[in-house]
Each structure stands twice: as structure tokens, then as C-alpha cells.
């Protein structure tokens, strides 16, 4: 079946588009707004639950091939950098080529790249295919909210957009439980294969469905100075934050990339004024509302990710949870986000974004905070109240803040937002795992001697010190083999106990950067350009 072209006549000052101009309605399923959000739903489940559902499979992977723990660490790092650092590019090209096509690409990349990741019998191999991955995600998640913008009237978008978030938070959420149940019972191969069907369907279901729509007034060249900038701008700062917790945050290598980056978005944003048709046109943050959804999708991923982060360690080493009944006792999170997301979609189109977005932002605020009273003996139910909590914070968050950010840019642009939208989410993910990991680092190695000392254990020297902090930097106990039980009872004591004051700073300074969102949240409002797309097909 060939692809139609649906052309958005809207112009810059058009207030409603007008009819297709090469393209009549959509027939049949293909270009059906809600079966488009079930196929794009498909395939941007893969990329969200790949990026937790293989951190259960690492300590499998590093046995399997006898991988360093600093090789392993790169099976997460290079897709998340690839991610980072190409979104907003894809996003251009998606704009440039059509979102159907971009997707369709990226879907049938990420599946073969995963595919590939099962067959390989080397880390090398593992981490290379892993970067394709990151590569080929970033083509499709962009398109797919493209893709929404485009096929739904401006009266349902945000409804779209909550189920299209509460699908990312679902995958994101049950990776862990998946991985656990994959590595448990098959092999920490299969965590990847299953890509494969899923790849396979989205494809059929794109092929028979997605309709292409294209802006009269899309892009007809490409950027490449802007895109070499911005990517190398993003690759180094992204490529500090990802490091700083082993080079030191104080390190001259650390704040070379800092600063390496910073001219690099400096030189990136004078170019973008000289040419004509720029990657980013500077004029899109004129719009206050659409940077500020930009600012809060920072704040918030800061905010969730980085800690959430120290929660995985908290519930299997604290508490001796397996990967699976840690996933488990997440499931409070994810079921508020899924019930959230279309109920936060229908709350921001009948009272608009800005008090759900600040109510969200302030229910994070306040779960952080709750998270932050955490103890080692905390009850189960306890836990489920502030993770409820925390979903349901963030539900509104997801939704509003992407619909505020594609809303306010233009139709032609709306590749480059949803690449911003979802940079903008990565940065602060890393900015927040690396910021608040700082933060447990520091308050562990100031509190550990005295704590260990107050215990009555022998003193350690400066190297069993540093050994010792880094485990319990992630809530392990340093017990070494053959020593006494009633030792070993009180170094578990010390080590949960220090572990558990730098979690809970680490929450605390969540929680405050939650707030501050809040405030960030009163500059938003919807978007001025969401009814760009919403002739192009019927409901």
C-alpha cells in the first residue's frame, strides 16, 4: 500500500489548518488517530523498557563474558549517550523526512540491533550494538510523538499524550520485574530477543497504519555545522556527568568536558542566528511556556531518576530483596502512572497545565521528602505510600510537560520538540544520577569513619576506607570472608545506617529541586500551535 502525504497548510499566523491539499481523509485504520497511538505505543514500549530492563541482566552479561564491572557499566552508559546526544537530530530528520518513515527506521533498527546484542559473544560487541540501539531509539521516540501531534485533534492531544506517558512509565517501571523473570528462567540473552517480535509487530502495524504527515513549510536542507555543534556540545556534557562519579567532581578532566561543552552550546546558538535554516530556530525559546516545559522536564528528571536510583539499592541490599520482589514492591509507582497519565491527560485539557503540572510537581516534592524518613526497617506498606505517591506526582508531569513542549512549536517543528522533550529528560536523568550520587558519595566517606568508630570496630586504613565507602555507596556490607558473625552483625549495622543518612540527603535535595519546579510549573500554559495538526485526520 502506498503512503499518503497529509501537507499542514497551517501557516505561522493560522489559527486552524486548512484541508490537505494532496490527501483526503483518512480511510480505513491507516491514519486512525487512536490505532496510530496504539503502533507508535508499540514501539516506544521497547525503548523505555530497555532502558532498565537490562540492568538486572548485567551481573549475568559480566559473568557470561567475563566482563570488568567498569566494561558493564558501558552497556548502560553508551545507550543512554547515544540517546542524549542524537534526539534532537533525529527529531530534525523526522521533520525533514516524515515521521512515518524516521519511525518505521527506527523501530527496524532498534530490533536488529537488540538481535544482534543476543548473538554477540563479546562485551565489545555487546556495548557496540548497544550504542546502535541508543541510536536507532532516538529516530523513533521523536517521530512517535510527531506522529500524535499530527493525527489528533488539539481537544484529545493531551489524552493521547497521557496514554503514550503512561506507557513509557509502565515499561520503565517493569523492566526491572521483566529482566528478573527473563534472567531467572532463560538467559540474560533473551532480555534482548524479546525486541525482536515486538520490533517485528510495530513494523506490520506501522507499515498498515501510520499515514505520513509532512508541514508545507518543513525543512529542506540540513544543518550540519549545527548538528556537529550541538552533538559534540551534548556528548561532552553528558559524557562528564556520566564519568564524574569515578574521575571526581573536583577532577580538571571533569570540568575540561563541562567547559568544552558550554562553548560548544555557545557556538552552536551564534551559528543557529547565521543560518537559514538552523537545527534549532532560537526563536522557538521566545516561548516561555514551551522553555519552562523544557526547564521542568530537567527539574522533574532529576528529581525521579536520580532518586529513584539509590530505591533499587535500598530495597535488594538494604533490605535483601531479589531483582523480582524489588520490581514487586515498585509496582505502587507504576500502577499510579498508569492510571494517572490518561487521567492527568483529561485534567490538563479542562483546566490546562500549569496547577496540575505545579499539584504534580509539589506531590513529588513531598513523596521525596517522604522517602527521605526511610529506615532500615521500614514496612512495606510504608514504602507503597510515598512510591504512590511519587507516580502519582509524576503522571501529570510526563503528560503536561511534553504537551507544553510540542504544543507551543510549530507544526514543522514538532520532530525538534519532541526530540527536545525527550533530551531534556535524558540530561536531567544523568544530571540528577550524577548530582545526587555526589551528594550519597560525600555524605558517606564524612559519616562512615565516626559511625564505624562509634560501633567499636578496628580502625581501617585509608584503602580499606575508600574500599569500604564504595560498597556501602550502594548499600553493601565490606565484610571480609572469615570474619566473626557478631562483627559482621555490627559492620552490616554501620553500613546500612550510613547508607540510609546519604539516601535520605539525597532524597532531601530531590525533594527541593521538586519544589523549585513547582514554580517553574506557573510559567507554562498550553500550547499556542497544538491545533496545527488536528485536520489532518479524524476521529
Known amino acids: 500500500m502506498t503512503s499518503q502525504t497529509t501537507i499542514d497548510k497551517t501557516g505561522p499566523g493560522d489559527k486552524a489548518p486548512l484541508a490537505p491539499s494532496d490527501a483526503g481523509p483518512a480511510k480505513g485504520l491507516r491514519g486512525h488517530p487512536w490505532f496510530t497511538l496504539i503502533t507508535v505505543a508499540v514501539g516506544v514500549m521497547m525503548v523505555a523498557l530497555d532502558g532498565t530492563i537490562v540492568a538486572i541482566a548485567n551481573p549475568a552479561i ?257 533490605h535483601g530483596m531479589g531483582p523480582i520482589d524489588a520490581g514487586l514492591h515498585l509496582l505502587p509507582l507504576t500502577g499510579m502512572m498508569i492510571v494517572g497519565s490518561p487521567l492527568a491527560g483529561a485534567m490538563i485539557t479542562k483546566l490546562g497545565p500549569r496547577v496540575p503540572l505545579a499539584g504534580g510537581m509539589a506531590c513529588t516534592a513531598i513523596a521525596m521528602y517522604g522517602m527521605s524518613t526511610l529506615e532500615t526497617d521500614t514496612s512495606s506498606a510504608l514504602m507503597s505510600l510515598w512510591f504512590a505517591l511519587l507516580g502519582l506526582g509524576l503522571a501529570p508531569v510526563m503528560v503536561g510537560a511534553t504537551e507544553v513542549i510540542v504544543g507551543n512549536a510549530p507544526m514543522e517543528l514538532s520532530g525538534v520538540a519532541g526530540g527536545l522533550q525527550q533530551a531534556a529528560m535524558q540530561i536531567g536523568g544523568s544530571l540528577g544520577t550524577a548530582v545526587l550520587g555526589a551528594v550519597m558519595a560525600s555524605k558517606v566517606d564524612s559519616d562512615l569513619a565516626g559511625n564505624w568508630a562509634d560501633a567499636g570496630l578496628p580502625q581501617l586504613t585509608p584503602a580499606q576506607e575508600a574500599q569500604a565507602s564504595e560498597a556501602v555507596q550502594v548499600g553493601m556490607a565490606p565484610i571480609a570472608k572469615g570474619t566473626p558473625e557478631a562483627i559482621a552483625a555490627k559492620i552490616t549495622d554501620v553500613a546500612h545506617d550510613t547508607f540510609i543518612s546519604g539516601m535520605s540527603l539525597a532524597s532531601l535535595v530531590a525533594a527541593g529541586v521538586a519544589a523549585v519546579a513547582v514554580l517553574v510549573a506557573f510559567l507554562t500554559k498550553r500550547g499556542e500551535n497544538a491545533e496545527a495538526g488536528a485536520g489532518a485526520a479524524h476521529i
Open 62 to 318: 559480566q559473568q557470561d563474558l567475563g566482563a570488568t564491572f567498569a566494561e558493564v557499566q558501558w552497556i548502560t552508559n553508551g545507550y543512554f549517550l547515544a540517546l542524549a546526544v542524537s534526539l534532537i537530530t533525529a527529531g530534525k530528520l523526522g521533520d525533514r523526512f516524515g515521521h512515518r518513515q524516521t519511525f518505521l527506521i527506527g523501530v527496524v533498527g532498534f530490533a536488529v540491533a537488540s538481535g544482534a546484542i543476543g548473538l554477540s559473544s563479546s562485551i565489545g560487541l555487546v556495548v557496540t550494538f548497544r550504542v546502535l540501539q541508543g541510536l536507532f531509539g532516538a529516530l523513533l521516540m521523536p517521530a512517535a510523538l510527531g506522529l500524535l501531534r499530527a493525527t489528533f485533534p488539539a481537544e484529545k492531544l493531551n489524552m493521547a499524550i497521557g496514554i503514550w506517558g503512561m506507557v513509557i512509565g509502565a515499561s520503565t517501571a517493569g523492566g526491572p520485574i521483566l529482566g528478573g523473570v527473563l534472567v531467572e528462567h532463560v538467559n540474560w540473552q533473551s532480555v534482548f530477543f524479546i525486541n525482536v517480535p515486538v520490533g517485528i509487530l510495530a513494523v506490520a502495524l506501522g507499515a498498515w497504519i501510520l499515514l505520513d504527515h509532512r508541514a508545507e513549510n518543513a525543512p529542506r536542507s540540513f544543518d550540519l555545522l549545527g548538528i556537529g555543534l550541538l552533538s559534540g556540545a551534548m556528548f561532552c556534557l553528558v559524557w562528564a556527568l556520566i564519568n564524574a562519579p569515578e574521575w571526581g567532581w573536583g577532577a580538571g578532566k571533569t570540568w575540561l568536558f563541562v567547559a568544552v561543552s558550554v562553548v560548544g552550546f555557545v557556538l552552536f546558538a551564534l551559528w543557529e542566528k547565521r543560518v537559514k535554516e538552523p537545527l534549532i530556530p532560537l526563536a522557538l525559546f521566545r516561548s516561555i511556556p514551551l522553555s519552562a516545559g523544557v526547564v521542568l522536564m530537567v527539574l522533574m528528571a532529576i528529581a525521579f531518576m536520580g532518586g529513584l536510583f539509590f530505591v533499587t539499592f535500598y530495597l535488594q541490599n538494604v
